[in-house]
């Protein structure tokens, strides 16, 4: 329970090689009216990925949205322990501008090519 009486979620979130990011597997404590953004923005603070990377949080066989809630969107129980696997990501805007300037590269090499 937090300093309110309320009783938490828990998680504990794991690398995808099983490793435990908080040592001892601590599980990290969540609202049951917390939404996704709260858990990736944990997870987040937590791994410290290289800037242009976010957490993806998979909470079983699904992907964690950053507006699903835990207790009534997703079921998960106050009082009770969870686990799931963050992974690092390219954030989509990074992904973004890598096809694009994979794409100005195609188009120089290709006009190159065609030049007398």
């Known amino acids: 329970a937090d300093a309110r ?31 996704g953004t709260r858990v990736r923005e944990v997870a987040e603070h937590a791994m410290q990925p290289r800037p242009g990377y976010r957490a993806k949080i998979l909470l079983g066989s699904r992907l964690l949205e950053d507006n699903d809630v835990l207790g009534a969107g997703l079921g998960l129980q106050a009082g009770c322990r969870y686990e799931a696997v963050a992974v690092l990501d390219t954030e989509p805007v990074v992904r973004r501008m890598l096809d694009l300037f994979e794409t100005v590269v195609r188009s120089l090499s290709s006009e190159d090519v065609q030049s007398p």
């Open 5 to 35: 009486g309320m009783a938490m979620v828990e998680l504990v979130l794991r690398a995808p090689s099983g490793r435990p990011i908080r040592a001892e597997a601590e599980a990290f404590e969540f609202l049951p009216t917390d939404v």
